[in-house]
């Protein structure tokens, strides 16, 4: 099983991306999915999570900016980020909630210029 971000990119302070997480399998309609991220010399870190009933959940740093959405029909889970910050720069990542270690992929790079 894989997971596979898209829609990173580099865009300026108060622009907005869309995140994109897919699965080679069916497990996003299964499970509880968040979001993660990793800048350069920190801890990947919670950002955002969605329950299998749509219930969602963010970190403190982005709440009010970020929405995540899943479709189970799709297998796809999304992150929607607006007011972007140069802070929010780092590799995002998506995984099932809790977190397993060999669901990590690639992440998608966002890079927020200021």
């Known amino acids: 099983v894989h997971l596979m971000t898209s829609g990173g990119g580099l865009v300026q302070s108060g622009g907005s991306l869309r995140l994109s997480c897919t699965a080679s399998q069916r497990i996003v309609s299964v499970n509880d999915m968040a979001w993660y991220r990793q800048a350069p010399g920190n801890q990947r870190e919670f950002v955002a999570r969605?329950?299998?009933?749509?219930?969602?959940q963010y970190g403190e740093s982005v709440n009010g900016r970020f929405t995540v959405s899943r479709d189970d029909a799709r297998n796809m889970v999304y992150l929607e980020m607006t007011g972007l910050k140069p802070e929010d720069t780092a590799v995002y990542y998506c995984?099932?909630?809790?977190?397993?270690?060999?669901?990590w992929g690639q992440g998608t790079q966002v890079t927020v210029s200021s």
């Open positions: 995984n099932i909630q809790p977190p397993l270690d060999y669901l």
């Open positions: 969605i329950t299998r009933a749509g219930k969602a």
